[in-house]
């Protein structure tokens, strides 16, 4: 579920887990905290998401969503999810067929990689 989407393109998805203490026999509720990559930002606080493991995106993000299953709002999460798979290089041009596809609206590109590979002044 995701917990947090305030920084861009970054979401922060808890997975709860329980576990029995062997000594005091009580179940215990536990938490893993992931840093996930979101290209477009769709996600928000509160949608249940499915996450996929890629290489190291930076120093505490290694996995990228993969779909949204169900919004915390109970509208339509959308269909179909666009997927830009980053287990390997992918250029801007990828990403912007990937937007186009999904009905996205344009994102207007910052001084980062897109401007570089384009071009564009740093």
Not at 14 to 41: C, G, M, S
Not at 68 to 90: C, K, M, T, Y
Request: charged share 30%; glycine share 6%.
């Amino acid at each position: 579920m995701a917990k947090t989407a305030r920084l861009r393109r970054h979401v922060v998805v808890n997975i709860p887990w329980y576990w029995r203490h062997p000594k005091y026999q009580r179940i215990v509720l536990k938490r893993t905290r992931l840093f996930a990559h979101d290209e477009f930002d769709l996600c928000s606080v509160g949608d249940m998401v499915r996450l996929q493991m890629v290489r190291p995106l930076s120093k505490k993000k290694s996995h990228v969503v993969a779909a949204i299953l169900r919004r915390e709002d109970g509208s339509a999460p959308p269909s179909p999810f666009p997927n830009v798979h980053l287990s390997r290089n992918v250029w801007p041009e990828e990403a912007e067929e990937a937007r186009v596809a999904a009905g996205l609206p344009e994102r207007v590109a910052g001084p980062g990689v897109e401007g570089r590979l384009r071009g564009g002044a740093q």
